[in-house]
């Protein structure tokens, strides 16, 4: 397959004035009727793309068309097409029961529903499906199920049919339909002018009872982004779907969000702190892109990050202002850096924004997403503030209704701020995390910080100009006092000096505050100075990144020199872990040991090459010093936690259960699992149901509990989806493979199922010693599985491949080992255009 150019860029020859579109729904074969109102812009034939659409008739103006679509598409002669106006119209077969690939028209257990981001309309009907075309849809629907929804507004409906109009135009992507056996939960919205919204949540029946947080978290995010950047929804209906068969997270179709169920459904029961923590942040994702994604699009699938990494970082905004900021940015950061950097630092890294692909779908990653969340986060501290709403109202008055490229984007900020922004382009098209290391110097009150940031090769991009970098910093006097307050360096250059003069005493420097740009610090601190930011540092993000540093720096000595902790970093933590005036949220991820992935990155980087086996070893062993450390306080901190009262899902009730259950974690490294086992029993949600079964199973015990769960949830997908995937991540390095393999001959293991799947084969590259258990088998049989859900979703097993992105960072034996599979992989018979371009590109 031959790869698309961003420099290729054309615009459509044509515009589509409107589509209308007629659905009659069967499973296996259900008809599309199009009829398409377009006019030429350009000269030029009309290339409409189409895959897999079984042709019933063709015509243009209303004469028989006699053509022959080719693999992906239809041209119609340039000869053939009249001046002014004129109507295309089509009428295909598809097979939406046959569709396993959960892209185009699909079923899922009963129900009809879409998914057509990037290009799944194209398996829908013939269209101009590309970004830049937009229209206004009309949409009927004929079928004998009882729930029949599309974009836009309901018009009529009638027994056996129903019939949508979307008054706003939009391209194919954002196209939607489901069809089903369905209940709502309702609830009403006025906007801030006064236009009243019906707002349904439709679920099968049963599920109903499930959707309140849903449809709080929907609520509190129309009003949010009212109130923080001026925007009103536009229909009279707002209505999501849950389904159990989807290859993301959700997906904005206009009016229309589809869900994976998994982000929908939650009661106490059934759902963890972390899954509510998610579903307001998926729910508000979503509809923010009404703005950023729907109202102003993007030209090109190059220019994704342009909807994805604003509204990303909108939702992230939101997260904090509803819980708590310095929580949210510490946990955004532990992700970026587990899967960004992770990214960033491999033969799979690219730009936030790519200038080719073979599969777009490959490139709903998390640089776009997550770095390019972290480039508007950076332009935002450039700007300052007013900067930033100055330039986003220009942005949404400027380009409403249009498709935008990244160009656009920055040039609004320019004209808002007057601002170059030149060189700050490069963190859109180059690829690489930089690495800016740090030394001081002290002399006569002056303290002078020297910056140097380097960034290595990506693919493709062997040179690295310097890049604008924020570096938010802040000096604290010895004694603990801030004496300068936080302050944004710019750094511009390779190598850059700032001064800080009159000066009493040589202070102690808090760099990169609020983690302000996505770059690898290297500061070579002594466990003395990390202590003392933990103590003191009075910006939290910081405070808690001391922390993390001193227990890297010896988790590393633990690995290479077979060192213990010592007391430095057992008592600054044990003084943050007791420390009742922070916030329990942060003592948790204070607690939290650094991961083996991220340590494995860590060494690698530092020219060490990482033993999986060894990091396991080591960070068990560091668990129980810290368990030892706090031997005294545990049960205390565990039984003082507890919630009175009932269950609420809120940040603050979150926090002090996410502390219970660290506390949970060391108590069973040192009673055997006492604790934990009564635990199980007493709890009465789900967060304390699975964080008392993690920690048994961590321990190897667990097996009673893992069969009363499963008597208990085996009649709940998504509940279930957790029964498996807490085997695979907490059974040890050497039983790993062995546990993904029994699972995936389970009675309810469905490969079908992108959420079943993943939590078996997910969860096993996730255990990092399991998946680089020196045997192999946890790569071969990741690889197996690889090649046997191409055939039947390749989007969701290119998505999974990226589970070998690392190879390069371990031992020759490993390195065979993995290299082997992806060549293995790459010579499968048929495989697709998704995971063959995953697969060679990691080859390198
Ligand atoms: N549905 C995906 C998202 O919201 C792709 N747009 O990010
Ligand atoms: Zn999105």
Redesign the pocket.
């Known amino acids: 397959p031959q790869p698309v150019h961003l420099s290729d860029y054309r615009p459509f020859p044509f515009r589509v004035e409107g589509a209308e579109l007629t659905f009659r729904l069967n499973p296996s074969a259900t008809r599309v009727l199009s009829r398409l109102h377009l006019v030429r812009q350009a000269p030029g034939d009309l290339r409409l793309d189409g895959e897999r659409l079984e042709v019933l008739s063709l015509s243009l103006n209303g004469q028989p068309l006699s053509l022959t679509p080719d693999a992906t598409g239809l041209t119609i002669p340039a000869a053939l097409i009249p001046e002014g106006p004129f109507t295309f119209e089509a009428e295909v077969r598809i097979d939406p029961a046959a569709n396993t690939a959960l892209e185009g028209l699909y079923m899922s257990g009963g129900m009809y529903c879409t998914q057509c ?1 990037a290009e799944g309309f194209r398996k829908i009907t013939f269209y101009p499906d590309r970004p830049d075309v937009m229209a206004p849809f009309r949409v009927r629907i004929e079928s004998d199920l009882p729930v029949l929804l599309s974009n836009g507004n309901p018009v009529a409906q009638g027994t056996g049919w129903a019939e949508w109009h979307d008054p706003w135009p939009k391209p194919a992507y954002l196209f939607a339909l489901v069809a089903g056996d369905l209940v709502a939960h309702r609830a009403d919205f006025v906007t801030r002018s006064g236009r009243p919204v019906d707002l349904a949540i439709w679920v099968r029946p049963g599920d109903q009872d499930r959707c309140a947080y849903a449809m709080d978290s929907l609520i509190r995010s129309m009003r949010w982004d009212e109130e923080v950047y001026g925007r009103e929804y536009d229909l009279d209906v707002f209505n999501i779907v849950a389904v159990d068969d989807f290859n ?5 179709n206009k009016g229309l969000n589809i869900f994976n169920s998994k982000y929908v459904l939650a009661s106490p029961e059934t759902a963890t702190d972390d899954d509510f923590a998610r579903i307001e942040a ?1 729910i508000a ?2 509809y923010f ?1 009404n703005w950023t ?1 729907n109202r102003i699009t993007c030209r090109d699938w190059f220019q994704l990050c342009l ?2 990494g604003l ?2 970082f909108r939702d992230q905004q939101f997260s904090g202002d509803m819980r708590s900021h310095a929580v949210k940015r510490i946990e955004d950061v532990l992700t970026l850096r587990a899967r960004q950097f992770r990214e960033d630092a491999g033969p799979l890294a690219h730009p936030v924004r790519p200038d080719s692909y073979v599969e777009i779908n490959n490139f ?1 990653t998390a640089t776009v ?1 997550e770095k390019g969340a972290e480039v508007i986060g950076m332009l935002k501290r450039l700007v300052g503030d007013e900067g930033y709403a100055t330039a986003l109202d220009l942005y949404f008055t400027r380009h409403d209704g249009e498709a935008a490229t990244i160009e656009d984007w920055l040039k609004v900020f320019e004209d808002a701020t007057g601002r170059d922004l030149t060189q700050f382009a490069r963190w859109y098209t180059d690829a690489g995390t930089p690495r800016v290391t740090v030394s001081d110097d002290w002399q006569d009150g002056t303290y002078t910080l020297t910056f140097r940031q380097e960034t290595q090769p990506t693919p493709g991009q062997p040179e690295k100009p310097p890049r604008v970098i924020p570096i938010a910093v802040g000096l604290l006097n010895p004694n603990g006092d801030e004496i300068v307050p936080t302050t944004v360096l710019e750094m511009t250059e390779a190598a850059q000096s700032f001064r800080f003069e009159g000066l009493a005493a040589k202070p102690v420097p808090s760099i990169l505050r609020g983690f302000s740009a996505p770059v690898v610090l290297d500061r070579k601190a002594s466990p003395e100075e990390r202590a003392f930011l933990l103590a003191h540092d009075t910006d939290p993000f910081n405070k808690w990144e001391a922390g993390r540093a001193l227990a890297k720096d010896v988790l590393a000595r633990m690995v290479t020199e077979g060192a213990e902790p010592g007391p430095d970093w057992l008592d600054a933590l044990a003084r943050v872990a007791l420390d009742e005036s922070l916030d329990p949220a942060f003592r948790a991820l204070a607690l939290r040991l650094p991961g083996e992935d991220d340590m494995a990155q860590t060494l690698h980087e530092a020219g060490v090459t990482p033993d999986p086996q060894a990091i396991h070893a080591a960070r068990r062993r560091m668990g129980r010093a810290l368990a030892l450390r706090l031997r005294p306080q545990l049960p205390a901190l565990f039984d003082t936690l507890r919630e009175p009262g009932p269950f609420t899902p809120d940040a603050r009730a979150a926090g002090r259960r996410a502390l219970r259950l660290a506390a949970l974690s060391l108590l069973t490294r040192l009673d055997e699992g006492q604790a934990a086992a009564s635990a199980y029993r007493a709890a009465d949600n789900m967060t304390e149901e699975v964080g008392a079964l993690a920690c048994l199973l961590d321990i190897g015990r667990g097996q009673e509990e893992l069969g009363l769960f499963q008597a208990r949830w085996q009649g709940d997908r998504n509940v279930m989806d957790k029964w498996f995937a807490l085997q695979v991540l907490h059974a040890a390095p050497g039983e790993a493979a062995a546990t993904a393999e029994r699972l995936t001959r389970h009675p309810q293991f469905d490969m079908k199922n992108p959420n079943r799947f993943r939590s078996v084969m997910g969860a096993l590259s996730g255990n990092h010693a399991g998946f680089h258990h020196i045997s192999g088998a946890a790569y071969r049989l990741t690889a197996d599985w690889l090649i046997r859900l191409d055939p039947v979703n390749p989007q969701t097993a290119a998505r999974m491949s990226t589970a070998f992105e690392t190879w390069a960072r371990y031992d020759a034996d490993r390195q065979a080992m993995i290299r082997g599979e992806l060549q293995r992989i790459l010579a499968a018979p048929g495989l697709s255009r998704d995971l063959g371009e995953m697969a060679g590109r990691m080859l390198g």
Do not use: D, Q, S
């Open positions: 981001e993301m997270g959700a997906m904005e998926i994702h979503e892109h994604g909807k994805e509204t990303v709903y997403y």
